[in-house]
Structure formats: C-alpha cells, structure tokens
C-alpha cells in the first residue's frame, strides 16, 4: 500500500550572532592549594595573573521568534505537518537571497510548499492564521445534515437520533429546515462520502417523523476545535 508523505510547511527565523569571552586561565598560572591560600576551598585556585580565552559563538532567537517557533511546532505537530526550521543567521550568505525572501525583512516566516500560504512577522503568528495556512486532514470522516421533521415529532426525532454514536449534535434551526446534525464516522477501510450517505439514507431518513435530509461532507476541515 503507497504511503502518503505528510504535508510540508518550512519556517525561517534570524537569529543574532553573539560573541562571548570568558576568563580561562592557563595551566601554568593554576597552583596546588598551600599555606598561603588558608580559606580558599580546596582545589585549583588562581596564581593572580591574568588572561583571555578563546572566544565563543553563540546564535539567540529573540523572544518573539522563539514564541512563534514553539507555537509552530505545537501546531504542526497536531495537524500532521512535517516542519523544517531554518535559522537564516547561521545560514549561508547566498541561501538568503532565494526567492521566497527578496524584499522581506520580517522574520519568521512561514511557507507551506503548494499553498499561497505566507505568514510574515511575528505579529502574524496566532492559532487563528496558523489554522488557515496549515488546514487539518481529519482522521474521522464528519458530516453536516439538514433535517425536514414533523413538528409533533421532535423531540422524538432527537431522542432517536442520539441514539446513533455516530450522532454528535444536534441543532434547532429556522428557515427551511428543522434540525442541523453533526456526524462523525470513525476511520476504518472503506470509510468515506458513500458511507455517509448511506448511514444517512438507511438510518436517519428511516427515523419516524424525518420528512427529508440534505447532507454535506467537508472535503478538508479548518478548526480551532481539537481533531
């Protein structure tokens, strides 16, 4: 069976370059503990001259674009993404003026290989947006109902229906319909747009007092809700 790789969506972050120096004495300026040295702790203690050691680099995010890595990965991880982050101030030089970056100055951002989807600047970077540019595969099948009932038979139409496990809510409605149920399917073999049809042609439509039913299946879901 053909496995389907995951979705992509690649963020770039810029951190800064740090460099620090810290005191490292040489060997030859470390002695033994003595006489002289009463009340210092035991161990290597410093003969009093002084010098530098080597340098170190260190690479920061700032807090903003530590904040919205974090927020990515926690995303990403829930909706199945495969996330690449690249630190463009580590990166080299030519690595920096590829298309996707000529004229931006806001960093992260976020691209979704395939997509328009674009999130730019820290400020960007909400749960909201990154529902939209990073949309869920749902591992359940759901669907949306319209049902047409008999006014006497209400409540009995709903006390049947919530009897279905597949039933998850149920919504009185005006307008042309009378109730808006939410089903939900779980994922086994075969489970699909026919199978939900069917469930509501041989089970709901049968239900005393349900006159007619129109049904829609999302293709693709985009939710705050947990999936």
Do not use: C
Not at 174 to 203: C, N, Q, S, Y
């Amino acid at each position: 069976m053909e496995t389907k790789n995951p979705p992509e969506a690649h963020l770039y972050v810029k951190s800064r370059k740090v460099v620090t120096s810290f005191y490292r004495p040489k060997s030859s300026q470390l002695q033994a503990p003595g006489p002289d040295t009463a009340g210092v702790s035991p161990g290597w203690v410093d003969s009093g001259s002084s010098g530098m050691g080597d340098a170190q680099v260190e690479y920061m995010l700032s807090d903003d674009q530590a904040r919205v890595v974090a927020l990515v990965e926690e995303v990403a991880a829930k909706r199945g993404y495969s996330l690449k982050v690249t630190d463009l101030g580590r990166a080299n030089p030519l690595t920096q003026v590829v298309e996707h970056f000529k004229g931006s100055d806001r960093y992260p951002v976020l691209l979704v290989p395939g997509t328009p989807h674009r999130l730019e600047g820290p400020e960007a970077f909400t749960t909201e947006r990154l529902a939209t540019a990073l949309p869920a595969e749902p591992t359940f099948v759901r669907s949306f109902s319209y049902l047409k009932v008999k006014t006497a038979e209400l409540e009995k139409v709903k006390s049947a229906l919530l009897a279905f496990p597949e039933v998850k809510e149920i919504h009185v409605i005006t307008g042309d319909w009378d109730l808006l149920v939410m089903l939900e399917f779980p994922p086994k073999e075969g489970a699909g747009k026919r199978h939900v049809l069917e469930f509501i042609i041989e089970k709901v439509a049968k239900v005393g007092g349900v006159e007619d039913t129109s049904t829609m299946v999302p293709e693709y879901t985009i939710t705050k809700l947990p999936l």
